[in-house]
């Protein structure tokens, strides 16, 4: 790959995972990234690295993550010697619990059809008492779960930290407290950007990758992609010595010995406050699924917002009126990480075909807008 100079707007895990891939490939980097009263859904997230139910209705989708779950044991190894960080990444398999038969029956069907989309089976499906023959202390409200071998997670917090370090160490600069307010075509090629303060920079290629932030600057750069808020709730309780005994997409333990609870979705605007209702639900259902939560105390609780394209899967997509501009947008960042720090690189910088032949392009919103 020749050098080029390439500007990234955004400093959450998308954007430094993007950056580590092209810093890796040999580019010259730099991170613009925004205020700290920014929405940032890198740090409030579950951390989860995730394949079960992914991609039930978008084939593209469905084997996109498992590439990026497979390649995530690499990855961590990576990251751990560029940045002397341990991002606690255990892929133990993961459970999702019901309470409710039908809810079961219609996430059951669901897998299903991710089987099919994948060409392989990564799931069973387990009734409450062989939950409760296998693992000790899930409650009697819990009526079946699904169980993917594949699934596990990180500590968050240190991955989006690892991040940083990495992509400075080989040689990244990343710019804090630097919002882009403004795009515009350079009359040479490439790009002249302000700043919310006032200064101005140039840029040779762009990756948009600002999150939520990213939807103005995305239409001034003619994609048609929209890019909303959804809003999730979480609960951590105090530390505990004891290791709980399952990994779930609602409750998990993070290395350092909390538990994390959460899996809420709203619909709330630009609001990221956590309300009393979703928290009550959460600790109702930690505690259905596993009783012995009942005792252990809730610390913290907070509310962040996802960033979601309009039908919820990546977008993967290069402007058609500055082709040196790439939108680089999802929701699961984290499971995504290893491929957007590698299969990423050679699509922006050699302008070589998009992962899935394109699927993630934007072009399918407006296609249909049009139908
Ligand atoms: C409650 C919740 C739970 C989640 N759980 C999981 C999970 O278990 N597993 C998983 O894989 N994913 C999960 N996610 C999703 C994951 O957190 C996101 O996909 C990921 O963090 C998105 O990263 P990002 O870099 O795109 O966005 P952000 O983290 O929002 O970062 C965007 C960055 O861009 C900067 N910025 C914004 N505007 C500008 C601008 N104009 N100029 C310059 N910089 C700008 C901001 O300051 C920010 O630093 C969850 C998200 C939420 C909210």
Redesign the pocket.
């Given at each position: 790959m020749g050098q080029s100079d390439i500007t990234i707007?955004?400093?959450?895990?998308?954007?430094?995972s993007v950056a580590l891939g092209l810093l890796r490939a040999g580019q010259v980097v730099t991170v613009?990234?925004?205020?700290?009263g920014?929405?940032?859904?890198?740090?409030?997230?579950?951390?989860?690295?995730?394949l079960q139910g992914k991609g039930a209705g978008f084939a593209p989708y469905a084997r996109w993550t498992a590439q990026a779950v497979a390649a995530w044991p690499e990855f961590a190894a990576t990251l751990r010697q560029v940045s002397g960080l341990d991002v606690a990444l255990s892929q133990p398999g993961g459970y999702e619990f019901f309470t409710d038969a039908a809810e079961l029956a219609d996430f059951a069907a669901g897998l299903e059809r991710q089987q099919a989309n994948l060409g392989y089976k990564a799931h069973e499906i387990l009734t409450g008492d062989d939950l409760r023959r296998d693992i000790s202390g899930i409650g009697q409200g819990v009526v079946g779960a699904s169980f993917c071998p594949r699934d596990g997670?990180v500590n968050?917090l240190r991955l989006l930290r690892a991040l940083r370090i990495a992509v400075v160490t080989m040689g990244g600069r990343i710019v804090a407290d630097?919002?882009?307010?403004k795009i515009a075509a350079a009359s040479g090629g490439g790009f002249d950007l302000t700043?919310?303060n006032g200064t101005k920079r140039g840029a040779g290629k762009l990756v948009l990758?600002?999150?939520?932030?990213?939807a103005?600057?995305a239409t001034d750069l003619g994609f048609t992609a929209q890019i909303r808020p959804?809003?999730?709730?979480?609960l951590i309780t105090e530390k505990l010595a004891d290791r709980l005994p399952f990994l779930s997409?609602t409750i998990r333990q993070v290395d350092e010995g909390g538990v994390q609870i959460?899996g809420t979705h709203a619909d709330a605007g630009l609001n990221d406050a956590e309300t009393l209702g979703m928290m009550t639900g959460l600790a109702r259902h930690a505690v259905t699924v596993f009783p012995a939560l009942a005792g252990v105390r809730v610390v913290r609780s907070w509310?962040?917002?996802?960033?979601m394209s309009a039908d919820g899967y990546p977008v993967y997509a290069r402007s058609a009126l500055h082709p040196d501009a790439c939108l680089?947008?999802?929701?699961?960042?984290?499971?995504?990480?290893p491929l957007h720090a590698s299969d990423l690189t050679d699509w922006i910088v050699n302008r070589t075909s998009a992962p899935e032949k394109g699927a993630f392009d934007d072009t399918r919103f407006a296609l249909s807008t049009a139908a």
């Open positions: 707007i955004g400093g959450g895990v998308v954007g430094l613009l990234d925004g205020a700290d920014d929405f940032r859904a890198s740090q409030g997230n579950f951390g989860l690295v995730w997670h968050p630097a919002s882009v307010t700043l919310q990758c600002a999150g939520l932030g990213a103005p600057l959804q809003r999730g709730e979480l997409s959460g509310g962040a917002l996802r960033v680089v947008t999802c929701h699961s960042g984290v499971t995504l990480a």
